[in-house]
C-alpha cells in the first residue's frame, strides 16, 4: 500500500524559508519511473501543483513558482523535500504531496492527508 | 502552461440529479485528463483518468467523456456523499500539470 505524509512548521513569518517533508511508503525513489510531487491550495481556493522530482533526480517546477521553490529527495529516507523561500501571507495555503508515475501515471494519486501553513508575523 | 477553465463554478442539484461539469484546456490535450473529487479537510480523491478510465473502486455512475479541448464529468444520479467539490486536471505535454478552478456540487 503506497502512503504520503506531509510534515512541517504549521506557521512561518513573512520572508522566512518554508521546509516540507513528505515521507512515503509502498514504493522506493529508486524504481524507475517513480516520482512524488507538490502541490498546494490556498483556503478556499484550487489546486495549484508546485513542483516534481523524479527517481533519476530530474525535476521540475511551476512556472510561475520556479525561482522560490527547491525539490530533493533522500532515498534512504523515503523522504522528499520542499523549500520555498520568501514565504508571504499568500502562500498560507494545504500543501500536499502525490505520487505519480512517469510515462504512465501522471495523475496524483495517492495524495497525503495535507498539511497547513499558515504565513503571518 | 496549458489553462484549464472548468464550468460552473458552483451547482446546486437534488439527490437523485444528473449533473454534468465542463472542463475546457487552453490547447488540445488528447484525452491527458483526470478528475478529482474533494470533500472539506480532506485531500483529493482521484476519480478518472485518461478522460475516462474509471479509478477503481469509484461508482459507476461517475463517468467522463471528451477530446481534444473540451472534456465532461457525468454524475448520472446524484447521491447524498457525492455533494462535493470537483477539479480536473490536465497532464498533456507534462509538467507543468494544470488544474481547473473547481466546481463545488451542494445540495439544493
Known amino acids: 500500500q503506497v502512503t504520503l505524509r506531509e510534515s512541517g512548521p504549521a506557521l512561518v513569518k513573512p520572508t522566512q524559508t518554508l521546509t516540507l517533508t513528505c515521507t512515503f511508503s509502498?514504493?522506493?525513489?529508486?524504481?524507475?519511473?517513480?516520482?512524488v510531487n507538490w502541490i498546494r491550495q490556498p483556503p478556499g481556493k484550487a489546486l495549484e501543483w508546485l513542483a516534481r522530482i523524479d527517481w533519476d533526480d530530474d525535476k521540475y517546477y511551476s512556472t510561475s513558482l520556479k525561482t522560490r521553490l527547491t525539490i530533493s529527495k533522500d532515498t534512504s529516507k523515503n523522504q522528499v523535500v520542499l523549500t520555498m523561500t520568501n514565504m508571504d501571507p499568500v502562500d498560507t495555503a494545504t500543501y500536499y504531496c502525490?505520487?505519480?508515475?512517469?510515462?504512465?501515471?501522471?495523475?496524483?494519486?495517492?495524495w497525503g492527508q495535507g498539511t497547513l501553513v499558515t504565513v503571518s508575523s | 502552461d496549458i489553462q484549464m477553465t472548468q464550468s460552473p463554478s458552483s451547482l446546486s442539484a437534488s439527490v437523485g440529479d444528473r449533473v454534468t461539469i465542463t472542463c475546457r484546456a487552453s490547447?488540445?490535450?488528447?484525452?491527458?485528463l483526470a478528475w478529482y473529487q474533494q470533500k472539506p479537510g480532506k485531500a483529493p480523491k482521484l476519480l478518472l483518468y485518461?478522460?475516462?478510465r474509471l479509478e477503481s473502486g469509484v461508482p459507476s455512475r461517475f463517468s467522463g467523456s471528451g477530446s481534444g479541448t473540451d472534456y465532461t464529468l457525468t454524475i448520472s444520479s446524484l447521491q447524498p456523499e457525492d455533494f462535493a467539490t470537483y477539479y480536473c486536471q490536465q497532464y498533456y505535454d507534462t509538467p507543468p500539470y494544470t488544474f481547473g478552478q473547481g466546481t463545488k456540487l451542494e445540495i439544493k
Open positions: 509502498g514504493f522506493s525513489l529508486t524504481t524507475s519511473g517513480m516520482c
Open positions: 502525490a505520487r505519480t508515475v512517469a510515462g504512465n501515471i501522471h495523475w496524483f494519486d495517492p
Open positions: 485518461t478522460a475516462s
Open positions: 490547447q488540445g490535450i488528447r484525452g491527458s
